[in-house]
Every structure is written in C-alpha cells, then in structure tokens.
C-alpha cells in the first residue's frame, strides 16, 4: 500500500511540477480545477507522514459545479467559490505499466515468394504464347476409321479364394488349410513405471503492475499476486495391456466357375466414309462387349506437311475429301476447323 505524491501542471501559467499536495498553483495562485491532470514522478519517495497519507486515503477531490475548481473529499465549501460541496468526484483510474500487448503485425510476403511469383507469370504468359492456337488454310487428303468390338465368351475357369468368400455356382476342386490372419489377444496387464513432468504451483509473489490514481494528487501502487511454479519430476505406474498373437486357420479353395470373361477384339476398318461394325454373333457361349470407334481425317498444309484429326463421327461425316479448310491447330495437333469457313 505504498502511496506517493503526484505532480500537475498549471493550465494558467504553465509552471510544471506542482506538487500533488498543494490545492493551488505556487506560481500563479490559481486553484486547482477539473481540467487539472495528475501524473506520478517516477522517483518519488513513498509518503510515510501520517497527515498526508490521512490526506491521499480521504478519497478524490470533489468537482464545484459552479466554478470547476477541485476540493479535497473532506472540505464542505468550494475553495474557488466556497459553494457548497455536491456530488461530482474526480476520476479514481487504475493505471497499468505494461498493458495489453497488442496483436501481432500480420506476415508481410517475402521478396523471395514475389520473385518466384513473378517467374511464375512470366512462365504462364510464356506458355500462353507457345500454345497460342493457329489457323491454316489446309486440304483435306484423306479420312479412315476404325471399330473394334471386345468379344466375350462362357467358359469355365479355375479361381482360387477363402471358403466363405465364394462366389455363387463354385466348385470346389480342392482344398487346403492357410494362415488367413493374427489375432491380437489380450492376455493381462503388466505394471510400467514411467518418469512425467509436471508443473507445481509453490506459492505466490507480489509483482508491481501499476499505480492507481486517486484523484487527489496522490497515487497508490498497484501490485497483483502472480503464482509461482516449479517443475516437478514423479514417477508414475501404469498398467499396460499384454497380448497374445493367435494364429486364425481357414480353408482355401481352388475351385472352377463358369463367367463371361473377355476372349479377343475384332476389328473393322476402312479407309472411305462408310463405317461398320465388325459382326459379332450372339449366343449363349459368346457374346459383344466394349465397343470403341476412332475417325481419322489427314490434312495437308501448303507446304505439303501431314496433320491428323480425330473429330467425333457428326464432324467427320461432314468433311469432304478434296476441299480446302481453315484447320486450328496448337502445339502442332489439330484442334478442330474455324468456326467461320
Ligand atoms: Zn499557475
Ligand atoms: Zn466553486
């Protein structure tokens, strides 16, 4: 509960330093009023004379509201206007040394993270230019297709799995006893003695955070109780699980089953505008499966190079052998034909 005495300064007169005790400015004689702010001097002595520290713990001045002039709480008369003495105090603020510490700056990028970034646009743009899409003025040479169909057939083959994981309509050939898994069984516990930190409170400490102004010209040192810890070391038994491994033995099967499974691709081809399918007749031992269609269309530029097109069967159905085009192409492969042609 250490008290010290403030200082102010004279909003009349300017002189600085007036001590807290006094209720009038030493220079000027102008009394103490509202506007009047207090300030702690860093070095002042703790006060110890009983009149003054009857005087700092009186309470805040009052406020005249006639005249503004400030009061001590124990006087009844105004000693600016010796109005009667009312309500209003002055301010009793707590101040603290170290307040708040204040959020941390967000990261600001590196120079290295702008410079990668900007190679990395130079590296788009660059692209950008490789893969700028061309337009030419091309014959059309020549066009093929081609189809093929994934030939199915029902047969009978030989499979191997565990005896509860068949398929339906398996027969089984033979069988044999296998290791399927391991496992974990728990046995029991056993005791294990481990070393863990831990932090103590031991007591307590009295830390100075602050001061409180009393509104009187004197101020009173603020201190908190902040806790006091020690790093202890214990030793701790636990009881950790115990297992055992127990090997699991099931049957495995080599059995045969009758499915649909893929025999060969037929292929047709051509190299004129009349695609077909290659003929694939369906009966209960084979059967048509995965069908896939490519056409092809050449063009020659006016250089006589060769530039190949697989457009999907309505575009290519519309291409005539023979005639010109505007053909787009990027990176050297065709894209397509111009829209305005
Ligand atoms: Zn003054
Ligand atoms: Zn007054």
């Known amino acids: 509960m250490a008290i010290r005495e403030g200082r102010w300064d004279c909003p009349q007169c300017g002189n600085q330093g007036n001590r807290g005790s006094e ?3 030493p220079a000027c004689g102008r009394v103490r009023a509202e506007e009047v702010q207090f300030y702690a001097a860093e070095d002042a002595a703790e006060v110890t004379d009983e009149a003054a520290l009857a005087r700092a713990k009186a309470g805040a001045d009052w406020i005249c509201e006639f005249c503004g002039a400030t009061t001590p709480a124990d006087q009844k008369r105004c000693r600016g206007c ?3 003495r009312t309500e209003k105090r002055r301010a009793v603020k707590e101040l603290l040394d170290r307040p708040e510490a204040p959020a941390p700056a967000p990261k600001k990028k590196s120079k290295a993270g702008l410079v990668l970034a900007g190679i990395g646009l130079l590296a788009i743009a660059g692209g950008l230019l490789l893969c700028r899409a061309k337009e030419a003025s091309m014959t059309l040479a020549g066009v093929s297709w081609e189809r093929t169909v994934e ?20 027969r089984i050939l033979s ?13 029991g516990t056993r005791p294990v003695t481990k070393t863990v930190e831990e932090k103590v409170q031991t007591g307590t400490k009295k830390v100075k955070v602050g001061k409180k102004d009393l509104g009187n010209g004197y101020f009173e040192d603020l201190f908190k109780e902040e806790p006091v810890y020690e790093t202890r070391q214990r ?5 950790e699980p115990v297992y055992r491994d127990d090997p699991v033995y099931a049957d495995w099967c080599r059995y045969e089953i009758d499915k649909w499974v893929k025999d060969r691709v037929e292929k047709a081809s ?7 399918w290659p003929a694939v007749a369906a009966t209960d031992k084979q059967r048509p499966g995965k069908k896939v269609e490519t056409y092809r269309a050449l063009f020659k530029d006016a250089d006589g190079e060769e530039h190949e097109w697989t457009p999907k069967l309505d575009e290519w159905q519309r291409l005539e052998v023979g005639r010109k085009y505007n053909v787009v192409t990027r990176l050297g492969s065709v894209q397509g034909l111009a829209a305005a042609e």
């Not at 030793?235 to 009881?239: I, N, S």
Request: proline share 4%; with cysteine; glycine share 4%.
């Open 235 to 239: 030793t701790v038994t636990e009881d």
């Open 23 to 25: 209720l009038k400015c």
């Open 151 to 170: 030939v199915e057939k029902y047969t009978t083959v030989v499979e191997e799995h565990w005896r509860d994981r068949l398929p339906e309509g398996a």
């Open 175 to 187: 069988t044999e006893r296998k290791l399927e898994r391991t496992d974990k069984v728990q046995t």
């Open 270 to 276: 051509g190299a004129d505008k009349s695609p077909d």
């Open 82 to 84: 010796s109005a009667d």
